[in-house]
T-cell receptor, first 116, second 107 residues
Framework: DGGITQSPKYLFRKEGQNVTLSCEQNLNHDAMYWYRQDPGQGLRLIYY???????QKGDIAEGYSVSREKKESFPLTVTSAQKNPTAFYLCASSSALIGTSVSEQYFGPGTRLTVT | RKEVEQDPGPFNVPEGATVAFNCTYSNSASQSFFWYRQDCRKEPKLLMS???SGNEDGRFTAQLNRASQYISLLIRDSKLSDSATYLC????????FGTGTRLTIIP
């Protein structure tokens, strides 16, 4: 079955620790994205990548970092510099970069990160 | 003004009723529009794209009003399984998501 996997579903960390969220897709999509969702707010774009070894900051990139060493994988690191890291993190992919085509964006099941 | 604005609800509607809600957008040059459905604690999934001429998919009808800069979603003969949050999404150089409208269908 083709799709996007994110693990773990729930992640708990102590404040001051970096944490890396995984995202893997087997849809052969070029573009991948990370969003964060907070209660009462829409999804906000953290980072996106159009192609391997290239990525761009989204609207709220501060305190986050990403890498794109393989087409299938786009891990997100939430660093200790992120002021409010507790949120629902969603990874997505599309066959082409969303602004360049009308290709649909598919979402992974998300990771709920709680930092205490 | 927010780029994409939705009434958060919640809207509680009896089963079988018809329900409609709107979403307004601020960028008149916006290119494409979508409705996504998000179940509680799950990821958003594409419900339908919104075309200029309007489109229908079973009990769901989506319409676009460019002059007034809003899109609408109409659900006929609502089912219990329609209970979810409906996200309005506008595409420019990226996707911009509304905060969602929470809908609960009551038996």
């Amino acid at each position: 079955d083709g799709g996007i996997t994110q693990s773990p579903k729930y992640l708990f960390r102590k404040e001051g620790q970096n944490v890396t969220l995984s995202c893997e897709q087997n849809l052969n999509h070029d573009a991948m994205y990370w969003y964060r969702q907070d209660p009462g707010q829409g999804l906000r774009l953290i980072y996106y990548s159009q192609i391997v070894n290239d990525f761009q900051k989204g609207d709220i990139a501060e305190g986050y970092s990403v890498s794109r060493e393989k087409k299938e994988s786009f891990p997100l690191t939430v660093t200790s510099a992120q002021k409010n890291p507790t949120a629902f993190y969603l990874c997505a992919s599309s066959s082409a970069l969303i602004g360049t085509s009308v290709s649909e964006q598919y979402f992974g099941p998300g990771t709920r990160l709680t930092v205490t | 003004r927010k780029e994409v604005e939705q009434d958060p609800g919640p809207f509680n509607v009896p089963e079988g009723a018809t329900v409609a809600f709107n979403c307004t957008y601020s960028n008149s040059a916006s290119q494409s529009f979508f409705w996504y459905r998000q179940d509680c604690r799950k990821e958003p999934k594409l419900l339908m794209s919104v075309y200029s001429s309007g489109n229908e998919d079973g009990r769901f009808t989506a319409q676009l009003n460019r002059a007034s800069q809003y899109i609408s979603l109409l659900i006929r003969d609502s089912k219990l399984s329609d209970s979810a949050t409906y996200l309005c999404v506008v595409r420019n150089e990226k996707l911009t998501f509304g905060t969602g409208t929470r809908l609960t269908i009551i038996p």
